[in-house]
C-alpha cells in the first residue's frame, strides 16, 4: 500500500467522520508538497506537460479549463503553453469574493497578473475581459486542482469550495466535460474520503504517467 493510503487508513480508524479525516489527510499531503525541491517541481512539471497530452480528452478538446498552479502545486504553466500552442482555447479562473470562478481567456504568459486576495495566497489571473462564471459549462475538458485521486476516481480538493461550486454549475448545466486532476506520482492513493456531493474524475495525469478511470 502506498505512504499516503497508510496515512488514511489511520486516520479513518481514529476518526470515522469523513470531514475530519479529509482534514488530516489534506494536511500530510501538503507537508510533503511543502518538502519538495525547486528543481524537484521543475522536473515534475516538464514530465507533467508531456504527459497530460497523452489524454485524448485533451488532445482532442477544442476548449480546456484549467487553472495556473501555485506554490509547489504540480506545475502547470508548461501545459497552459502547449495548449495554447496545439491551437486550444484555454479558460483561466478569476476567484470572486464569494469564493466562485469567473473566467477568463488565456493569451499567454503576458496576459498574467499577480492578484490579492485578503486571507488567501497571491495569484496568477487572467487580465481579459471575464465572460462570466457559466463560461466553463462550454469546456470540453476541465483541469482540477486536487492533493489525491483514488482507484474509483473520487478527488481530494483543497477544501476551499470553488471547484465544488464549478462542478455544481457543470451539472446544472447539463454539461458533461472530461473532468482531469493533476497530481504528484505518489498522490494516487488507495482510497480518498468522500462526501455525497463529490464528484469522480475521468483521468489523472501524473509526471510518470496518466489513469483513466471508468465512467459511473
Known amino acids: 500500500m502506498d505512504r499516503f493510503g497508510r496515512i488514511f487508513d489511520f486516520l479513518v480508524a481514529e476518526n470515522p467522520h469523513t470531514v475530519s479525516a479529509k482534514a488530516g489527510l489534506r494536511r500530510e499531503l501538503l507537508a510533503a508538497r ?19 497530452f497523452e489524454l485524448p480528452e485533451l488532445a482532442d478538446a477544442r476548449t480546456v479549463a484549467a487553472y495556473v498552479s501555485i506554490g509547489t502545486e504540480p506545475g ?12 486550444k482555447r ?42 462570466g462564471p457559466d463560461a466553463v459549462t462550454g469546456a470540453d475538458a476541465v483541469l482540477l486542482p486536487g492533493l489525491a485521486v483514488d482507484g474509483r476516481g473520487m478527488r481530494l480538493g483543497r477544501g476551499g469550495g470553488s471547484y465544488d461550486r464549478v ?14 486532476v493533476l497530481l504528484y506520482d505518489d498522490e494516487v492513493v488507495a482510497r480518498v474520503p468522500e462526501e455525497p456531493h463529490d464528484h469522480p474524475v475521468r483521468a489523472v495525469a501524473t509526471p510518470s504517467g496518466v489513469r483513466r478511470f471508468s465512467r459511473p
Open 167 to 180: 462542478l455544481e454549475r457543470l451539472e446544472r448545466a447539463g454539461a458533461h466535460p472530461a473532468l482531469v
Open 76 to 87: 502547470t504553466r508548461q501545459l497552459l503553453d502547449a495548449l495554447r500552442a496545439a491551437g
Open 90 to 131: 484555454v479558460l483561466l479562473p478569476l476567484l470572486l469574493p464569494d469564493n466562485d470562478l469567473d473566467w477568463a481567456a488565456y493569451e499567454g504568459p503576458g496576459s498574467l497578473a499577480e492578484a490579492a486576495h485578503p486571507g488567501k495566497m497571491r495569484l496568477l489571473e487572467p487580465t481579459g475581459p471575464a465572460l
Open 34 to 52: 511543502r518538502a519538495l525541491s525547486p528543481d524537484d517541481c521543475r522536473t515534475a512539471a516538464t514530465a507533467l506537460a508531456v504527459r497530460a
